[in-house]
């Protein structure tokens, strides 16, 4: 079982250490080096069953499960190779001339032990059995693995290359590629020597972790980067910068939810709408209607500080109010209005406001608190249309 046991404890490893990469992704084209890497794991993954299989077979010299086990075990050896071939071509980007002949390289290897195999079953070419049912290598077997050695530091030349002209955490990733082909390099060799020992499924095991520790973790938080930046893009109002409809409508389920688990007790709702923006639009055009709209959102910004600003519609924002600005509420709300009338009497940007906070047992909804900071908004904009002073 010492044999076996090695690749037992390999596919543990690999397993814990590769979780995140296992996982699915999309076929994005930013998504290919990743998928094609996951496909490499998962060659490895079948590599090393093969491998603990033949240990237990073998040591129980059941040789026809041993005879097709090991044709398995070449077979996943030799796909993890083309598959090697295929992520390192798509992390390096390189679609030209060298990269097509390193892909072919890693065919002409799967295909040469794919045909070998099947010449095995009538003339031992690769292996065989003798009648004491020990395993015998042939000659067959030599030349595949002469020819992945040949392959693995091919492409780790190939990575060095890359290196010196690659900045940033990019040279350490191909740094580490290189680094990963020379071990599998070295412990294949080291598998051509001795047939008996597990070299080549610690070679699988060293140069995942390799990647793993020094590309995979690194691409890993490059993703989250990625996923994170997207996320608020697709949160964010593009002229203003604020929270935009759909970033208000996941803030009103949050709110329900708080409410329902009692988290929540106290919040406010404060409803602006631009005065005269169409007008703005009409006399002056849609790029000043787009400046007032901007210089609306920054005093809305400046004076509301501590709360999340939402902008829901082409003249119309929202904030909740929370936490500081819940307590000076009153005090936000006049300064605001001042300043809107001195902006009136100044020809500026004019906005009207309505404020609303929650009393508990009497709303029974978000929506009940923000018709009521509706009403009193209308109100205001009557009032500064009217020119009436405000009670």
């Known amino acids: 079982m010492y044999y076996a046991s090695v690749g037992i404890i390999a596919l543990i490893v690999h397993v814990i250490i590769n979780l995140d990469m296992l996982k699915k992704v999309d076929m994005a084209s930013d998504n290919l080096m990743r998928s094609r890497y996951r496909q490499f794991l998962f060659s490895i993954i079948a590599y090393f069953l093969c491998d603990i299989m033949w240990g237990f077979f073998y040591e129980q010299r059941w040789i026809i499960a041993t005879y097709i086990d090991t044709c398995a075990y070449f077979f996943t050896m030799v796909l993890s190779v083309l598959l090697w071939t295929r992520s390192v071509i798509a992390f390096s980007g390189n679609k030209g001339r060298l990269g097509r002949i390193f892909i072919g390289a890693g065919w002409l ?3 040469f032990e794919l045909m070998a195999l099947v010449i095995n079953i009538f003339t031992p070419i690769v292996f065989s059995f003798s009648e004491d049912k020990e395993y015998l290598p042939l000659p067959a077997r030599y030349i595949t693995l002469v020819m992945q050695v040949v392959l693995f530091f091919s492409t780790a030349v190939y990575s060095f290359i890359v290196v010196l002209r690659s900045t ?19 412990f294949i060799a080291l598998q051509m020597f001795y047939p008996f020992m597990p070299f080549y499924a610690i070679g699988c095991l060293f140069s995942t972790c390799l990647i793993h520790t020094f590309v995979g973790m690194d691409l890993s938080v490059e993703r ?16 203003t910068g604020v929270k935009n409809k759909l970033a208000y409508l996941e803030a009103l389920k949050d709110i329900e939810i708080r409410l ?15 005065n005269d923006l169409k007008e703005v639009n009409d006399t002056l055009g849609h790029a000043e209607g787009d400046e007032y709209i901007k210089e609306a959102s920054h005093t809305i910004c400046q004076l509301y500080k501590h709360s999340p600003v939402f902008r829901i519609g082409g003249d119309e924002f929202v904030v909740i109010l929370m936490d500081e600005d819940y307590e000076n509420r009153e005090r936000l709300r006049e300064s605001f209005e001042n300043i809107m009338d001195e902006n009136k009497k100044a020809g500026k940007v004019v906005v009207s406001d309505g404020m609303a906070v929650y009393i508990s047992g009497r709303d029974e909804s978000y929506n009940d608190v ?3 900071a509706d009403s009193v908004m209308y109100r205001r904009k009557q009032m500064l249309k009217s020119g009436e002073k405000p009670v």
């Open 370 to 372: 923000f018709k009521r």
């Open 260 to 274: 329902a688990e009692g988290s929540l007790n106290e919040y406010g709702v404060v409803v602006f709408d631009l």
């Open 109 to 111: 290897v799967f295909l």
């Open 168 to 186: 940033g955490v990019r040279k350490s990733h191909y740094r580490t590629i290189g680094f990963s082909g020379i071990v599998m390099a070295i």
């Open 224 to 239: 989250e980067k990625k996923i994170k930046l997207a996320h608020q893009k697709a949160y964010r109002d593009a002229l």
